[in-house]
């Protein structure tokens, strides 16, 4: 062996190259499977699993109205390519995420498929009243109450319509009544649930959102309806007796004392109530102040308790949506982290990648293998990622998780990053002979030219392995995110990516705001 050529083992030199390519393949093969095997999992189950436009409505249902249309649009046409059903479901998904002119279009063409569906003839009505088509509106209410599975909203929808039919003002008596009658029926209020799919979770902030803009859309109805009565009981009072207008203000006030107590039991509902009991009450009021000169004790006691109500429910509702804003950054947390770290790992092996291409660093180091110390180091990474991703879905879980968990996993991540980064530094210059001692296995050898040698090839070892290091860190980082998704999916029947699904819609709380609210008026 020539001196000016000799051959250093340490850097690689005469190792199995081949051996080691085959290596660098299976793991390759082993780190595609993985994210593969969780990318099919999710491609199947969206895709594969049903057909083309059921597919289509499902991923629909969880996106906003301005991107979930188009989607909408296209399974409505291949469902009815195929003569499916279902496209009646599609159509009113389509008329809830419309404007209020498209969307009558929309639920007509879904109530000529199916007008005995009294859900589909109340919502119809609801989107008709708000577009100002009251007398079709007034049919459509009148279809839906007249269904064998009787519910008391599309009698109170009809009787709020009649008032603004042509003359309505002169069948005032007529609307008052029908609500009266409804009030004496025993019928519980039941507001129409958002259209959904069967797969999908319906504990969500997502699926909270909807039904809370079905129940907006329906309580407005009879929030103006009262206030119209109200308002009209003002302006009227002086002309005629005042007693008048008592009972019948009695009977709006009841209308509001039912939806405050309706079955459905949400905090929108309640509110409404509370709001139109306190209109008539107030009214009342000011009818027998008129007529006595005082007022009533037993009606001021109970304006307070109806505030008293109203303010514990509106304080729910002033600080929900900031609360499920925290959760959603929460669930979103660990997904940012995923990425983040990701561009970190990906940086990392693209300036190795740069480096061995700068100094145009042989193959030869391919072929070094791994110490203990790096071996596990990345087994402990790859652990760390996925007990850390896993525990983080606890942390969700746990109460009070927005503030705590956020800061807990944040710390431990950096922590688990930060070490791994400061080791793929280090671990090459240290794991790699240095120069005097390769010289020294080879006896000694003093040369400039053999000294100049080492360092080029030892310069080009280190570059080769921290190249390799980062790769292997980005690749055992992917098995464990992509392990991580499918143990997910698993355990909560929902991908970590799924956050809207996943955040809570805080029904438990609202439940228990509108309980306390309750127990006030009790």
Partial sequence: MSLREPKFPEYGRGADRAGARRNRRAFRFFVLFFAALAASLWFAENFLRYELHQAQYLSALTQEPESARPILQRAIKDATDQGSPAVINYLQALAAREDPDEAVESYAEAYALDPATPWLALRYGVALYHSGRYEEAHARFQEAAAQPRRNALPMYFEAATIPRLPEGLENLDESLAMAARTNNSGLEIRFPAPLWFKALPENGAWHARLRREIVEQCVAILYQYAGFVVSTAQEDTPLRQAQYWVPWLEQVQAMGERL????????????????????????????????????????????????????????????????????????????????????????????????????????????????????????????????????????????????????????????????????????????????????????????ADVRAQARRERRDACLMLQRRFWGAAAGLYVCSVSAWSIAYRLMAGLYPWQVNLLASGLAEDEMQAVARALSLLQ
């Avoid at 949400?266 to 006595?292: C, D, F, H, N, P």
């Avoid at 100094?359 to 110390?373: M, S």
């Avoid at 210059?429 to 005097?436: E, I, R, S, T």
Wanted: charged letters at 15%; one cysteine or more.
């Fill in 260 to 447: 405050t107590f309706s079955a459905d039991g949400g905090s929108l509902q309640s509110i409404t109530g509370i709001q139109i009991q306190l209109q008539a009450l107030k009214m009342r009021q000011e009818i027998r102040r008129r007529v006595t000169g005082e007022d009533d004790p037993e009606m001021v006691q109970q304006a307070a308790q109806l505030e008293a109500a109203l303010a514990v429910l509106n304080a729910f509702e002033n600080g929900r949506d900031a609360r499920i804003a925290a959760q959603d950054a929460l669930y979103r947390r660990p997904l940012w982290l995923i990425l983040k770290t990701f561009a970190i790992l990906g940086a990392a092996y693209l300036a190795a990648y740069a480096a061995t291409k700068l100094f145009d660093a042989g193959r030869a180091a391919w072929a070094i293998p791994f110490g203990p110390f790096a071996e596990a180091a990345l087994v402990a990474w790859c652990a760390a990622v996925f007990v850390l991703l896993h525990g983080a879905r606890f942390l969700q879980r746990a109460e009070n998780a927005a503030g705590q968990g956020v800061t807990t996993l944040d710390v431990l991540w950096g922590a688990a990053l930060g070490l791994l980064v400061v080791f793929g530094a280090l671990y090459p210059f240290l794991a790699v002979p240095g120069v005097k001692s390769a010289l020294a296995r080879h006896g000694g050898v003093d040369d």
